[in-house]
């Protein structure tokens, strides 16, 4: 019997997770939300560990707010580094493999076809920064991990930008959304699916990997096609970053190449546009 732990349950990936792992014969879970435990506090870290024996940590606990992070450096870097620091040390002393949940942030975005595993990192703003600082201390800590880089989640759960365009649909006539960053929208139940299936198959192949849906896109498009699919009437405009600036800086392009994962865990990886019809036709009924 397998034990897993999930961490920063209570988000989105968290909640996808929750949904499609029905405890077995052969695993069970125990989930944690961010006040059941706090990873940044060492101490319960360590001692929720204690008397358990888990075979795998997912690590779905992160600092997620891109444009905030660059004011809040401090909360950000105490989550998405000290933090995983304090799970990677834990996992190494019990011997439980981490699966840690990374970025297409990472990225600076110069690219223009995927990004492979092997490519240099070189994230623009805060939230990329602390998330590769975690991808570091990860490798440094213990060698039993996977790193899966994935991008642009959306789901049924949390705030995505997926529910953001349905609620503005709801209340705006007029829109406009940018159309010269580029990447790939990836549905968080399917990578939730792909971290179960390392767990299932015992894959002792670690390291690091990227996971997203098929496609390359930008968010105008995403926007059109969510706002097309629900039969939502607005005047979608689209815009250059530039006419829309943030605090964050964003790479211009971080499609993600998943061939690596694929071939490892014998995947089919759907077409982001196939996968969002069918998000949007549950979450529309
Ligand atoms: N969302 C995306 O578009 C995207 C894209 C690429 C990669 N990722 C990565 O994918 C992973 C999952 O993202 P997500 O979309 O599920 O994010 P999310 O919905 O923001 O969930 C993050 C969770 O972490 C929890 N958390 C924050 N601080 C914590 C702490 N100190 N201890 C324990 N839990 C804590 C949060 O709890 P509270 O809400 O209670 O603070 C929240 O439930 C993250 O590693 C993220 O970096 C996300």
Redesign the pocket.
């Known amino acids: 019997m397998k034990t897993v732990l999930v961490?920063?349950?209570?988000?989105?990936?968290?909640?996808?997770i929750k949904d499609i792992a029905v405890s077995s014969k052969e695993t069970s879970f125990i989930y944690?939300?961010?006040?059941e435990?706090?990873?940044?506090?060492r101490k319960d870290v360590f001692s929720f560990f204690i008397d358990k024996n888990i075979d795998y940590c997912i690590?779905?606990?992160?600092?997620?707010?891109v444009d905030t992070a660059e004011t809040e450096i401090e909360k950000a870097t105490?989550?998405?580094v000290e933090?995983v620091q304090n799970l990677a040390e834990a996992c190494k002393e019990k011997g439980t493999i981490l699966i840690?949940?990374?970025?297409?942030?990472v990225f600076d975005g110069s690219k223009i076809t995927p990004y492979l595993e092997t490519n240099q990192t070189n994230p623009k703003g805060v939230?990329g920064k602390t998330?590769l600082q975690?991808e570091k201390v990860v490798k440094s800590v213990l060698n039993k991990h996977f790193i899966i880089?994935?991008?642009?989640?959306?789901?049924e759960?949390?705030?995505?930008?997926m529910k953001t365009m349905l609620r503005l649909g709801k209340e705006r006539e007029v829109l406009s959304v940018v159309n010269d960053q580029k990447g790939t929208p990836?549905y968080?139940g399917d990578?939730a699916k792909v971290i179960l299936k390392v767990i299932e198959t015992n894959n002792s192949s670690f390291g690091t990997y990227h996971y997203s849906n098929k496609g390359v896109t930008t968010w105008y498009e995403f926007a059109k096609e969510i706002f097309e699919e629900s039969k939502i009437l607005i005047d979608l405009k689209p815009i250059t970053t530039a006419a829309y600036p943030t605090a964050a800086e964003r790479p211009k392009f971080s499609a993600l190449d998943s061939s690596k994962i694929k071939s490892i865990l014998n995947l089919e990886i759907p077409f982001w546009k196939k996968r969002l019809k069918k998000v949007l036709s549950k979450t529309n009924k």
């Open positions: 961490t920063g349950s209570g988000g989105q990936l968290g909640m996808c944690a939300n961010s006040s435990l706090d990873i940044t506090n690590n779905c606990a992160a600092y997620t707010a105490k989550i998405n933090g840690h949940i990374s970025t297409d942030f939230y998330k975690g880089r994935t991008s642009w989640l959306y789901s759960h949390g705030n995505n930008f990836t968080a990578l």
